[in-house]
């Protein structure tokens, strides 16, 4: 899970796991380049459902987004030029991209929204000795 600030407070973290970046990606053959926030506004921009906090932070105009509930439904308007650009984590789109059948070749990262850390998270009220244990495994 990445570790934000809403959540810091909400869980109990272990890690860093390992980095993720959430990114937006574009067909090579659009040839779109972004190098400021500013210039994504321009863009029709689709991501899920879940990912609208992201945006929002991003000041995204509401009508640049197309806010989507399945991952192969965004893959497909992307692919059928319905919208610019796709807003995802980095690897997880390659992953889906090719799932779908997909050349990833075909596909870039035009612009990265956001870096982070991966972390397990543990519910507040996991005892602390759970804690330890995963935190002594993981130094042997």
């Known amino acids: 899970m990445t570790r934000t600030a809403i959540g810091e407070m909400r ?22 380049t972004i190098n400021r926030d500013k210039y994504i506004r321009k863009y029709k921009i689709g991501l899920l459902l879940v990912s609208n906090l992201l945006a929002n932070r991003k000041n995204f105009k509401n009508g ?5 509930p399945f991952v192969d439904s965004l893959i497909r308007v992307l692919t059928q030029d ?17 799932h779908q059948g997909l050349n990833v070749d075909d596909y870039e990262l035009v612009y990265m929204l956001r870096e982070a850390q991966l ?10 000795e759970i804690d330890s244990v995963e935190r002594n495994s993981a130094s042997d």
């Open 82 to 98: 319905r919208i610019d650009l796709w807003a995802y984590e980095e690897n997880a789109a390659m992953f889906f991209l090719q």
């Open 119 to 128: 972390y397990f998270a543990f519910k507040q009220d996991t005892k602390q």
């Open 11 to 32: 869980f109990k973290w272990v890690g860093p796991i390992s980095s993720t970046r959430i990114v937006l990606m574009a067909k090579k053959s659009r040839h779109i």
């Open 64 to 68: 640049d987004l197309k806010t989507i």
